[in-house]
């Protein structure tokens, strides 16, 4: 009797310090920093719970159809293991068809390096667990964990808690590739935003040099003739100079636009980057007969933003306004101002008006949607439904907010503000 309740009390204890150390795993997988932060911390857990001193993690990459070594843990010098898996090896074949930790390993499944395949056989202890990391009925990882010296069965109760670690890791992991995968199509949606106001940048800049190159091409013309009249040299020297350098300039400003560069703030003027983004779309809203009114507001306060940034939202922005009032006539408001909150809280405002069809009432809780457009009606206006919705990410980014209003038939308003610096 004392003997059985002496068991109860061992099992009880052993139950509760699994669910204890399985609490810990979840808590610390549960915001990963980084893929290989959180690779290690499941090799760490994985091995201190099985008692193998040696591990390796191998993650599932649907580009390639395999699995490719990502971590290792313990003493590697010994640790034999490939860098690559493919899909049809008969271990993670295994691992798909039954979903379930492997201990003990046979001949048949056990994995080797292609450089020490003929020594493989005769290594003491080769791999012996391998634990799949399974989410939506996906192999997405797998660990493979050894112990160089013999290593007694794993007990019922160290089955289950790894079982348990293992799905708590496949759901971690899945989170983190998701994320990843987010940022990376972030990256790329800003890219093909960025990319895509060029054509209006194009415009402008084509505009923009066309008196600096006259200029230039007047003083080679009569260069020969006048070359001994010092003052002509001089002054037009003095001018070509400046129009080479306002050139070099334009080509700078549209090389850093189109490059994808990391968010950088800076101490910037906000008027500055508005007028610039203004006169790059006047040639478009020349042709088409509308009219730009800019009101900037003097003395307006600087902030710390990532100018091109920036100027990707108000070329977005104003690029639209453009659009919604087709060939015009029309007219395109933009100002600036800026406003005090009661707490003391500075902030600077851009309001983009335009004249033109406005934007129905059930489309506008959806303008900053991803994919979402209204853009449909022609192939030269047609959308790809991201601008806005980068936009509006870059706005949040900068501590800001972006805002919009639209009355059908009448026009619609974008607002943003940004918090600006205390002079």
């Known amino acids: 009797m004392i003997a059985a309740r002496s068991s109860q009390a061992d099992l009880s204890s052993a139950s509760h310090k699994s669910i204890q150390t399985l609490t810990r795993f979840l808590q610390a997988i549960g915001h990963p920093t980084s893929l290989t932060h959180l690779a290690n911390h499941i090799l760490l857990n994985l091995s201190e719970i099985s008692r193998y001193p040696q591990g390796t993690l191998f993650l599932f990459e649907r580009e390639h159809r395999h699995y490719r070594q990502i971590h290792m ?47 493989a056989s005769t290594l003491p202890g080769s791999y012996t667990l391998a634990v799949p990391l399974i989410t939506h009925g996906t192999l997405i990882a797998f660990a493979l964990l050894r112990s160089p010296t013999t290593h007694a069965s794993l007990s019922s109760v160290t089955m289950e808690l790894l079982t348990a670690m293992a799905q708590g890791a496949a759901n971690a992991l899945d989170s983190i590739l998701i994320y990843e995968d987010l940022c990376q199509s972030q990256s790329l949606m800003r890219r093909t935003d960025r990319l895509r106001s060029l054509e209006i940048i194009a415009g402008g800049f084509a505009h923009e040099i066309r008196n600096p190159l006259t200029s230039i091409k007047t003083f080679i013309q009569l260069a020969p003739e006048r070359k001994d009249d010092s003052q002509f040299i001089g002054e037009f020297s003095r001018i070509v100079l400046e129009d080479v350098n306002r050139i070099e300039r334009l080509v700078q400003e549209i090389l850093d636009y189109a490059r994808y560069m990391e968010p950088q703030v800076t101490d910037e003027d906000l008027n500055d980057i508005v ?149």
């Not at 003493?75 to 492997?102: N, Y």
């Not at 983004?277 to 933003?305: H, N, S, T, W």
């Not at 949040?396 to 002079?423: C, D, K, W, Y």
């Open 275 to 423: 007028a610039s983004c203004v006169y790059f779309v006047q040639v478009k809203a020349d042709r088409r007969g509308i009219k730009i009114e800019k009101q900037l507001a003097p003395e307006l306060p600087r902030g710390m933003l990532d100018r091109q940034q920036i100027k990707q939202v108000l070329l977005n922005l104003l690029l639209n306004a453009l659009d919604a009032m087709g060939e015009g006539p029309g007219i395109l408001r933009v100002r600036t101002h800026q406003f005090q909150e009661p707490e003391g809280a500075l902030f600077m405002q851009i309001d983009i008006e335009d004249t033109g069809n406005g934007i129905e009432p059930e489309n506008l809780e959806h303008i900053f949607d991803p994919f979402f457009t209204t853009k449909h009606s022609s192939t030269m206006n047609a959308g790809t439904g991201l601008g806005l919705t980068i936009a509006h990410q870059i706005i949040q980014e900068h501590h800001g907010n972006i805002h919009v209003t639209s009355m059908v038939g009448q026009g619609t308003t974008f607002r943003i503000t940004l918090p600006a610096l205390h002079q």
């Open 73 to 119: 843990f313990g003493p590697i010098k010994t640790f034999v293991a490939p860098s690559v898996m493919k899909v049809d090896h008969p271990l993670v074949l295994a691992l798909l068809a039954d979903q379930h930790i492997f201990d003990r390993l046979d001949a048949t499944l056990t994995p080797h390096s292609e450089l020490s395949e003929n020594r």
